[in-house]
C-alpha cells in the first residue's frame, strides 16, 4: 500500500533497526550468491577452455575475490567519466569493462596461466562472460531476473540518503496489447500473482475501457498523452496534400504527429518522464520516444548502471542469442503441430524479439528505478514485450502467456521499489488496446486487399500498398536515429554505416513506408484488419457518388468479399455510411436498410466508425475485415497472426487496473477520456492545477 505524504518524514525519522539489519541480509546474500555464481562460471570456463589452468583451488577462490573488486572498480570508473564519454561511450566502455575485468583478474592472480598467444586473454574473457550471463540466467529463471534483482539491491544501498518527495507520485505502466478479457482470465487462473495479488486483496481495481477506431498505439497514446487520438486516423496513412504516406513510428513523422496535436499541456507536461512511448505527452525528459528520437542524458544513473553492470547489456546480449534460439524452438513446434492460425515467424523478427524481451525490458526498468529514486511526479513507461510475441505466435499462445507472466515479475520488483523509497507513488497499470486473433487476409483468399482492389478499378497502374510486418524497428530506429543526428565521431560513424544521409536511420521492411509518385491513382494502407483506400490523384474527401462514376466495380465488390465486413464511404446525402453484404446503415442517424453490417462487431461500432470517419487524413473508403460469429477471429490486412487496428474481437479491449481507492462511475470510451481520468487523479494527488475541469472521478478520502 502506497504510504501516505504526511507519514513520510515520520517514517523515515523512525525506522525500525531490523528493516536496516534486513537491508544488510540482503546484501550479504547477494554477495554469496554472486560468488558463488562466479565459482561455478569461473570452474566450467577452466573445465571448457584448454587456454586457461590454475595451480589448484586457492587460485580460483582467489580469482573471484579479485573479479568481484575490479567490477565495482570498473562500475565506478565509468559512472564517473559517463558525462565526458556521452550515451554511446558508456555503451562500448560498459560491454568493454566486462571483457577486461576478467582479462585483469587473470593477469594479477599469479596462480592462474594462460595459454596461447594474444587470442587467449580475449577467448577467456568471451566464454566466462558468456558463461556468467547463462549461470545467472538459469539462477534467477522463475523469479526476478538478475538485473531486476540487481537494481533491487543498490535501491536498498541508496534508501536511506534519498530525501523524500514532498507529494506522492504516480507510475503508470502500459503493457502493449493486453486485452481486458485475457488479463480477467490471467488473474482467475492463478499466472500474474503481483497485478492479480493486488486486485485480489483490494488494493486495485480493474476495469475494461473501449479503445474505439483505430486500436493503435499511436492512436491510444495520442489520447492518453495529449488527449489528440483524432489526428491519428490509423498507424499508416497517406496524405493527399504532400504525397506521403506518414508512419507513426518513424521519427520525422512522430514529430510532425506530435506537433500537430500538442497543446503543451500534456498527461507529463508538470515534471513527468515519457520513457519508450510514441509520444512525449508534453514531458520536459524523455526516453526513447518516436517523437524525439532521444537517447538516455548521458547523466543518467539508470542508463550508466544498465551498461556498466555485467548484469546488464553484456549479460543482456548473451540472452538476446538464447531468446532468439528460443523463438526458433516455438516457431518450430507450431509447424509441428500444424497450429492454425499461425504466420511466419523469421527473419528481423527473431532479432526484434531477443531485444524487446531482454535488452529493451532491463533498460525500461533501470530508466524507471532512476526516476522513483528521484521522486518524479508522473512517469509513464511502454513495455511492448507482450504485443511484439503476440503479434505473431497468437494473442492466447504459450509464449505469449510467458511473456504478461515476466511482465508481472516486473510490476512486483517496481513495487518493492517504491516500498523501499522514502516517499510514495500509486501504480496504475494500463493497456493501449488488445489484440484478435486469426489467418490473414492473404492466407485466406490467396490475395492481397491491394490486388483485390487493382481487379475492381478502372487505373493504369497498380495500387501503392503500405502495410507492416512489425512495429517492434520503432524503438531500434529511435536509438539509431538520435546517435546518428549527433554531431560526435559516433554519430558521424553511424550516419556512415548505415548510409543515413539526412541523419534519420529507418530499419525495417520498406512495404510499410512507400514512395509514393506523383501520378499514383490508388494508394492502400494497412493497419491490422483496418484498410484505408485513397485515390490519390483526386484531391479531397472523394464522396461515394463520385467513385461510383469512376470506379463502379470497386464499392459493391469489396462489400460483397467474403473477406470484408464492412466498407465505410461517405455520402454527399447522408454522411459516412457503412456497407455491408446484405444492408447499409448510416452512420450519423443510425438509419438502416436491410441488415445492419454493424451489428456483429458490438454496440459500441458505430459511434467509433462515425468518429474515425471524420478525422482528417481518412481515407476515401474505409475497410473492416470480416468478423467470424463463433470464434471472433479477424482476418488481418497483414501477415499478422495477432492483430489490431480495426474493430472486431478484443482489439478494443483495453484494460485499466486503477487503486481501489479512486473510483469511476463508469468505463472511459475513448483514449481521450482515460486521459481526463488520469489528469483528475494527478490533480488530486497535487501535481496539477489550473486546468480545466475533467470528467468527474471520485475518491475516497
Excluded at 65 to 82: E, Q, T
Excluded at 268 to 285: E, F, M, P, R, T
Excluded at 440 to 456: H, I, K, M, N, S
Amino acid at each position: 500500500m502506497a504510504k501516505p505524504p504526511e507519514q513520510l518524514s515520520k517514517d523515515r525519522r523512525r525506522r525500525p533497526v531490523w528493516i536496516d539489519l534486513r537491508g544488510t541480509g540482503r546484501g550479504l546474500q547477494a554477495m554469496l550468491f554472486g560468488g558463488l555464481a562466479s565459482l561455478i562460471s569461473l570452474t566450467i570456463t577452466f573445465w571448457l577452455l584448454p587456454q586457461i589452468s590454475s595451480d589448484g583451488r586457492l587460485p580460483i577462490l582467489r580469482l573471484v575475490v579479485l573479479l568481484a573488486v575490479f567490477s565495482v572498480l570498473m562500475r565506478w570508473i565509468l559512472a564517473g567519466i559517463a558525462v565526458l564519454i556521452g550515451s554511446i561511450g558508456v555503451l562500448v566502455g560498459g560491454l568493454l569493462s566486462q571483457f577486461a575485468v576478467v582479462y585483469l583478474g587473470i593477469t594479477v592472480d599469479p596462480g592462474v596461466n594462460l595459454h596461447g598467444g594474444v587470442e587467449a586473454p580475449v577467448l577467456v574473457a568471451i566464454v566466462m562472460s558468456s558463461v556468467s550471463a547463462f549461470v545467472g540466467w538459469v539462477a534467477y529463471a522463475g523469479s526476478d531476473d538478475a538485473y531486476v534483482a540487481e537494481v533491487m539491491r543498490g535501491v536498498h544501498r541508496r534508501a536511506r540518503r534519498i530525501q523524500p518527495a514532498p507529494k506522492t507520485g504516480m507510475l503508470i505502466i502500459q503493457i502493449d496489447g493486453l486485452s481486458a478479457p485475457l488479463l480477467n482470465w490471467m488473474v482467475l487462473a492463478g499466472n500474474l500473482p503481483n497485478l492479480g495479488g493486488w486486485i485480489r486483496d483490494g488494493r486495485h481495481s480493474m476495469l475494461s475501457w473501449h479503445t474505439g477506431v483505430p486500436a493503435t498505439t499511436p492512436a491510444s497514446q495520442a489520447g492518453i498523452l495529449h488527449g489528440g487520438s483524432r489526428h491519428i486516423p490509423a498507424f499508416r496513412w497517406y496524405e493527399k496534400e504532400t504525397g506521403r504516406v506518414m508512419v507513426t513510428n518513424r521519427g520525422r513523422d512522430a514529430a510532425e504527429i506530435e506537433a500537430r496535436m500538442s497543446t503543451g499541456r500534456g498527461l507529463l507536461a508538470d515534471g513527468g518522464v515519457s520513457i519508450s512511448n510514441n509520444w512525449s505527452g508534453d514531458a520536459a525528459k524523455c526516453e526513447l520516444v518516436f517523437s524525439r528520437a532521444g537517447l538516455p542524458n548521458s547523466r543518467s544513473r539508470g542508463y550508466v548502471r544498465f551498461f556498466s553492470s555485467p548484469q546488464g547489456a553484456a549479460r543482456g546480449l548473451v540472452l538476446c542469442v538464447a531468446e532468439m534460439i528460443k523463438e526458433l524452438h516455438q516457431a518450430r513446434r507450431q509447424r509441428v503441430r500444424r497450429l492454425v492460425p499461425r504466420v511466419k515467424r523469421g527473419g528481423a523478427y527473431i532479432f526484434l524479439r531477443a531485444v524487446t524481451n531482454v535488452l529493451l525490458r532491463d533498460l525500461n526498468v533501470s530508466l524507471i528505478t532512476d526516476e522513483l529514486v528521484k521522486g518524479t511526479p508522473v512517469i509513464y513507461c511502454d513495455f511492448v514485450d507482450y504485443d511484439e510475441v503476440a503479434h505473431h505466435a497468437g494473442p492466447t499462445r504459450a509464449e505469449s502467456l510467458q511473456t504478461l507472466e515476466g511482465l508481472d515479475r516486473v510490476l512486483g520488483a517496481l513495487q518493492r521499489i517504491i516500498d523501499t523509497l522514502p516517499h510514495s507513488y500509486e501504480l496504475v497499470v494500463l493497456s493501449d488496446h488488445g489484440q484478435s486473433q486469426g489467418s490473414t487476409f492473404l492466407q485466406r483468399y490467396g490475395r492481397t486487399l491491394a490486388e483485390v482492389v487493382d481487379d475492381l478499378v478502372d487505373t493504369t497502374k497498380e495500387p501503392v500498398q503500405a502495410v507492416g510486418k512489425s512495429e517492434g524497428w520503432g524503438p531500434v530506429n529511435a536509438f539509431l536515429t538520435e546517435l546518428s543526428m549527433r554531431g560526435s565521431v559516433a554519430g558521424t560513424v553511424t550516419r556512415k554505416a548505415l548510409h543515413a544521409k539526412t541523419g534519420e536511420v529507418s530499419l525495417g521492411p520498406k512495404d510499410c513506408e512507400p514512395q509514393v509518385a506523383a501520378d499514383e491513382q490508388m494508394v492502400v494502407t494497412a493497419s491490422g484488419n483496418l484498410a484505408l483506400i485513397y485515390l490519390a490523384t483526386t484531391p479531397g474527401r472523394v464522396p461515394l457518388e463520385e467513385i461510383e462514376s469512376l470506379h463502379p466495380k470497386l464499392i459493391p465488390g469489396l462489400a460483397t468479399h467474403p473477406g470484408i465486413g464492412f466498407v465505410v464511404v461517405d455520402s454527399l446525402a447522408e454522411g459516412p455510411v457503412a456497407i455491408g453484404r446484405a444492408g447499409v446503415r448510416v452512420l450519423r442517424t443510425g438509419r438502416v436498410e436491410g441488415e445492419d453490417p454493424l451489428t456483429p462487431y458490438g454496440e459500441l461500432a458505430a459511434a467509433s466508425m462515425l468518429r474515425q470517419a471524420e478525422m482528417p487524413h481518412n481515407g476515401d473508403l474505409v475497410v473492416v475485415s470480416r468478423l467470424d460469429e463463433y470464434t471472433h477471429e479477424v482476418a488481418a490486412f497483414e501477415e499478422l497472426v495477432g492483430c489490431h487496428g480495426g474493430i472486431g474481437g478484443w482489439q478494443t479491449e483495453a484494460v485499466l487496473v486503477h487503486p481501489s481507492r479512486w473510483r469511476l462511475d463508469e468505463p472511459p470510451v475513448g483514449s481521450d477520456a482515460v486521459h481526463r481520468v488520469l489528469i483528475d487523479w494527478l490533480e488530486k494527488l497535487g501535481h496539477r492545477e489550473g486546468l480545466e475541469k475533467p470528467v468527474e472521478s471520485k475518491v475516497e478520502a
